[in-house]
């Protein structure tokens, strides 16, 4: 049984920082993928950032490309985003997601985190 258990999420002024964790259970977190996804109210979830098993490769959605950072340490069994000049158009719950079989499509994603809400205020 995979978990994962997301935190770090809280409300910030536009322009400041956050950096949210992602803590996974189970000894095959290093053979995973790993994504991050968002979902504003009343809006589907949508793909934010992604990164290899090995770290090797990353990828970013265009609108936060530049502003967030996806890394992963597989010693602790955790993946970051951290989130640098954010904007009130990045309020949504954030949620970790691991074992994709195609990388950034929500549908294709093996296991979810539950959230954690983010609120960047004007």
């Known amino acids: 049984q995979v978990q994962l258990v997301e935190s770090g999420g809280g409300l910030v002024q536009a322009g400041g920082s956050l950096r949210l964790s992602c803590a996974v259970s189970?000894?095959?977190?290093?053979?995973?993928?790993m994504g991050w996804f968002r979902q504003a109210t009343g809006k589907e979830r949508e793909f934010v950032a992604g990164?290899?098993?090995?770290?090797?490769?990353?990828y970013y959605a265009d609108s936060v490309k530049g502003r967030f950072t996806i890394s992963r340490d597989d010693a602790k069994n955790t993946v970051y985003l951290q989130m640098n000049s954010l904007k009130p158009e990045d309020t949504a719950v954030y949620y970790c997601?691991?074992?994709?079989?195609?990388?950034?499509?929500?549908?294709?994603?093996?296991?979810w985190g539950q959230g954690t809400q983010v609120t960047v205020s004007s």
């Open positions: 997601a691991a074992d994709p079989s195609v990388v950034g499509v929500v549908t294709r994603y093996n296991y």
């Open positions: 189970g000894r095959t977190f290093r053979c995973y993928a």
């Open positions: 990164i290899s098993w090995n770290g090797g490769n990353t």
